[in-house]
């Protein structure tokens, strides 16, 4: 009986009908587990930014003193001693909380969604409202841990990719209105660098094998869908053969993204040349269904007007931005910073100290 009960199991096992059963519930249930914690997370954070407004509302009602915060975080504490919510410091974050967001400003920003420690770390890093409610939104969107979040405020991504003003590009006149939007939040001017910790007049082959070394944080400097492809990819025609500096996929916008780079001040040629990638790897590289293949020109620099004068005349669309590298030691910190001629005068004075001491 119970050799026959193992060899049922055992088919049943292998039966397609039960393995797709299986596989739906396992989803269903891996869908349930995820709401519930966006629940969890979303009653949480309502909860704190009520007790913020109540904890504004009475110490103003009753006048209570500075000391009102340290006593019911202690109280809370001593009640529930299990939650770690209830410091002096995040009392004061929930109180900020409340202050910078209305009951109905609350409930229809991206912010509510966010968890606890991500909007913490929002109040703190970023002033402006509506710079903050950016942030909010894309890492909704993008799935951005808190660390992640973090990076990308220090390096003004909102500033370099939210904004339009800076960017130059084509991609409206080339593309689909649909598709012309996309590339055009994907764009950002200046992209940042500083990953690569190459200083000065770095050669384009330099900052290339730099990129693909550390072509996580590229990817992530780049933004969400990109696929790296390759590096020097071939394009031969008869005897002759082209390299493209960085190949790369987008998922959302469905082709190809050339990606050139110049290590030194834009010139209007380097549009022809990036153009000519273009539509070889339209002709050789894109299969059906792929968009329209769209280049990405990084320069060390560029003038606007020159910039957008050379593209008047390309048919591919292209992007053009400039990209910064490791800056030296910022000013500030260099007048800080002890000169050799002091160091070795301390070392000189140390040295005396310990031969006085010896006799």
Sequence with gaps: MKKQLKKKSATLHLDNNYKNFLTGIKERLQTAQIRAAMAANHELVKFYWELGADLIEKQKAFKWGDNFLEQFSNDMREAFPEMQGFSKRNLEHMRRFASLYSKLEFA???????????IVRLMQMVSDEKTREWYAAQTIKNGWSRTILEMQVESDLYERQGKSSKKISNFDKHLPPAQSDLANEVLK????????????????????????????DFLLELGQGFSFVGSQVPLTFDDQEFFVDLLFYHLNLRCFVVVELKATKFKPDHTGQLGFY????????????????????????KNKIIAEYALRSVKAPIGISEYQLSKALPKTLKTNLPTIEEIEAELNEANSKSKKTRK
């Design 108 to 118: 229809k920003q991206p912010v509510s969604q966010l968890p606890w420690g991500h």
């Design 189 to 216: 001017d200046p992209y940042n660098f500083d990953f690569l910790t190459i200083q000065g007049k770095a050669h384009e082959r330099a900052v290339e094998n730099g990129l693909i070394a550390h072509i996580r």
């Design 278 to 301: 273009l539509a070889a790897v339209d002709d050789q590289l894109r299969k059906e269904g792929d968009n329209q293949s769209i280049g990405i020109l990084l320069c060390k620099s």
